[in-house]
């Protein structure tokens, strides 16, 4: 039946049969979290919702842990009181013969730690761990008051704060225990008189005059920039922001 010149109405049947095969075989649109499927209804794989995009952790980021060793390390080369790579055993004989309160920084003989810290006592010389957590360094303690040990972001920082008054600190892990078994310990036995006093330097690190002097200028002040010095001199007295 025509209805316009040159031109005749499709059937109902060849509408439908076109429509079926669109629906077939043209590509449809993906929905997130449902299979895909060929032509066929063959399953080719899925998409994951948008959620479980975002839900893997974020990964460790090393450039702040980095930052903060280099600089850590900086100032401990600086410093003159760090001994490196010496063993427990050598840290305490060259400590035997100072005054209490004489102390230095060398490496860890345990592997999950960086430093230690070795300090002649009454009770002759310790050494107690330093952790390192968060690019934040401060002592090893077993005590219940650890949650509240201050944490520093340097090794200097940290023994700084303990030169002056007397602190107590309970050793969690002592490295050398004198042929005693840590179980063997009591409390009080394995709390220790923490008393700073003077940094042992390391022979071959004797500080220099420049050094010094700019050790003496720290203790006078903490804004080394508002002194009517050259530019040069002030940038020095930043390099090394401590007075020990």
């Known amino acids: ?12 049947t060849l509408v439908l049969c ?7 075989y043209s590509p449809r649109p993906l929905l997130s979290g449902s299979p895909t499927e060929g032509p066929v209804g063959m399953r080719t794989g899925s998409i994951s919702s948008p959620h479980c995009l975002h839900s893997t952790p974020p990964q460790w980021d090393p450039t702040n842990d980095l930052r903060t060793i280099a600089k850590n390390f900086f100032y401990l080369d600086t410093s003159g009181w760090y001994w490196g790579a010496i063993t427990a055993g050598q840290a305490h004989a060259a400590l035997q013969a100072a005054s209490e309160g004489a102390f ?3 490496d860890s003989s345990h592997p999950l730690y960086m430093l230690t810290l070795s300090v002649r006592t009454a009770r002759g010389p310790t050494s107690i761990r330093i952790q390192y957590s968060g690019a934040r360094f401060l002592l090893d303690s077993s005590s219940p008051a650890r949650p509240s040990l201050l944490s520093f972001p340097d090794v200097p920082s940290m023994v700084q704060y303990y030169v002056g008054p007397t602190r107590k600190v309970q050793k969690g892990k002592v490295e050398e225990t004198h042929g005693v078994q840590p179980a063997q310990r009591t409390v009080q036995e394995s709390t220790v008189v923490l008393k700073l006093k003077r940094a042992l330097h390391k022979p071959q690190a004797f500080p220099s005059l420049q050094h010094l002097t700019r050790l003496t200028i720290n203790r006078s002040t903490g ?22």
């Open 1 to 12: 039946m025509n209805d316009s010149p040159g031109g005749s109405l499709l059937s109902p």
């Open 18 to 24: 076109s429509l079926l095969s669109s629906l077939v």
């Open 104 to 106: 230095l920084i060398r």
């Open 223 to 244: 804004c080394p920039d508002q002194l009517p010095l050259p530019r040069p001199l002030v940038r020095y007295l930043q390099d090394y922001p401590f007075h020990v």
